[in-house]
């Protein structure tokens, strides 16, 4: 993989034209910046304009913006203050005091809505620090309650809070770098000594998470390092969650031997856990037992996971397992059900945890492939290509080629299932919004053609609806 390499800041340089000369060699907008830094701090009201304003330098930021300024744009944030001291000397005949409201809208917690706001796939996310108390876990509590203090973002602890976030709210080919980079430097820390083993075990997870966003492959080994770092931090539950989410992975894209291979040795490790972390061993157990068609296996891991569920609150659980509520506990067994050929009791899960507004971006895309498959064992075409619709809504909103993965074997099946006769009404329009859509999905591929089953040119990317995005494909599909 390159590495990108910026260049390095002029000792003059003042932070206006550091922070254009960044954004511009990284190919990222005004706008994508700003949506880096919402994501990354949780702080979710900055727009492109105070991007400009600070490029413009008709205002510097604060040191906490500074801060998501470096971790974002993979900086030194020595680099920025320089910049920013400079801008300032020069700036300080003209530059007016700022007033109360201007310097508490900085620092002050922003406000949630309630409910849930894991935006990832149901399976890979941390509380950030200075965001979710400590102590047992309040559902529906999610990331980015409030911004942290600089302090955080400078440690490891913060790096890790800020890339968590941005995890929620960007795709994985963005993320992949920067979460690499946080792994090395957590790596060197915990070599000389100045960073905690369970950090190095976090990022790890992380990056299996970010990196099968972006479809590439971790290596066995980075994930027998994370492993033994939780270990040596003490921490075996990090350790389970982590060798937990390699099955699930290994479970989606169809691994069967090795998500059951990765599974039991995940509850081997973590051994006696909280509950929350036994709710999540069993559910990955119980994806695994059915991607290996191992129904009574399946059976019983839900239980265990029903049973752990119910049991959560009584003891403090890991900041790590902050996005577990009930909808994603929902979501998590309704992949399970139906992976385990039970549509049946599958959907009522589905449909509940689609319902509710926390799960949404990748992890929407993932349980809404589900639902869809589910529909269609149950011989509802039309319903499964409505719901492969939203499916490819989300995949084009999220960027993750784990969905990308989901959708394209939907595909398959709703083709397979509509024979080689004349197709469906339902499945006409779809293959008209895949048409229209294929631009627009992580790596551009169209999906294949389907002889037989599709006319000619389907599915062959036209030039049509690229610039659209999912705004238009929104309208499509609400039409």
Wanted: overall charge positive.
């Amino acid at each position: 993989m390159s590495q990108r390499i910026d260049p390095p800041a002029h000792p003059g340089e003042t932070l206006g034209v550091l922070l254009t000369r960044l954004r511009q060699a990284q190919g990222k907008s005004q706008v994508r910046l700003a949506g880096l830094l919402c994501a990354a701090s949780g702080l979710p009201t900055l727009t492109r304009h105070e991007i400009s304003r600070w490029e413009r330098e008709e205002r510097i930021p604060s040191r906490v913006w500074l801060c998501w300024l470096a971790l974002v744009l993979d900086t030194p944030l020595d680099d920025l203050e320089r910049a920013a001291a400079h801008t300032r000397r020069r700036r300080e005949p003209t530059m007016t005091t700022p007033t109360i409201s201007t310097i508490t809208a900085t620092i002050r917690p922003v406000p949630r809505p309630p409910g849930p706001a894991s935006a990832g796939a149901s399976t890979d996310r941390v509380a950030p620090p200075g965001s979710v108390p400590h102590g047992p876990a309040t559902h529906g509590t999610g990331p980015g309650t409030g911004m942290a203090r600089p302090s955080e973002v400078d440690d490891v602890g913060g790096r890790i809070a800020g890339l968590r976030r941005m995890d929620d709210l960007v795709a994985g080919p963005e993320l992949v770098a920067l979460v690499l980079a946080g792994l090395r430097s957590a790596v060197r820390a915990t070599g000389t000594g100045c960073g905690p083993p369970a950090a190095v075990a976090e990022l790890v997870q992380l990056h299996a998470w970010v990196a099968a966003d972006a479809g590439r492959p971790v290596p066995d080994g980075a994930v027998r390092g994370g492993v033994r770092a939780a270990v040596a931090g003490g921490d075996r539950a990090l350790a389970g969650h982590l060798l937990g989410c390699v099955a699930q992975a290994a479970g989606e894209r169809g691994d069967a031997r090795a998500a059951v291979r990765a599974a039991v040795a995940a509850e081997r490790v973590a051994g006696a856990c909280d509950p929350a972390t036994a709710t999540v061993l069993a559910l990955r157990t119980a994806f695994a037992a059915a991607a290996a068609g191992d129904r009574r296996s399946c059976d019983g891991a839900l239980a265990t996971a029903e049973r752990a569920h119910a049991r959560r609150g009584s003891v403090a659980e890991p900041p790590w397992l902050y996005w577990l509520d009930d909808a994603h506990v929902e979501a998590l067994a309704g992949l399970c059900l139906t992976a385990a050929g039970r549509p049946a009791a599958a959907l009522p899960r589905l449909g509940a945890a689609l319902r509710d507004p926390g799960v949404r971006f990748r992890a929407a895309g993932l349980v809404s492939a589900a639902l869809a498959r589910a529909h269609l064992a149950r011989g509802d075409l039309d319903a499964a290509c409505t719901t492969a619709a939203e499916t490819l809504l989300t995949c084009v909103e999220s960027g993750s080629f784990r969905v990308l993965r989901q959708l394209r074997a939907l595909e398959t099946a709703l083709h397979a299932a509509a024979g080689r006769g004349r197709r469906p009404a339902a499945l006409v329009v779809y293959t008209e919004l895949a048409e229209s859509a294929a631009g627009c999905l992580p790596g551009a591929a169209p999906p294949p053609a389907r002889q037989g089953h599709a006319r000619a040119g389907s599915f062959a990317a036209p030039a049509v609806a690229r610039t659209g995005g999912s705004d238009q494909l929104r309208g499509r599909v609400a039409s």
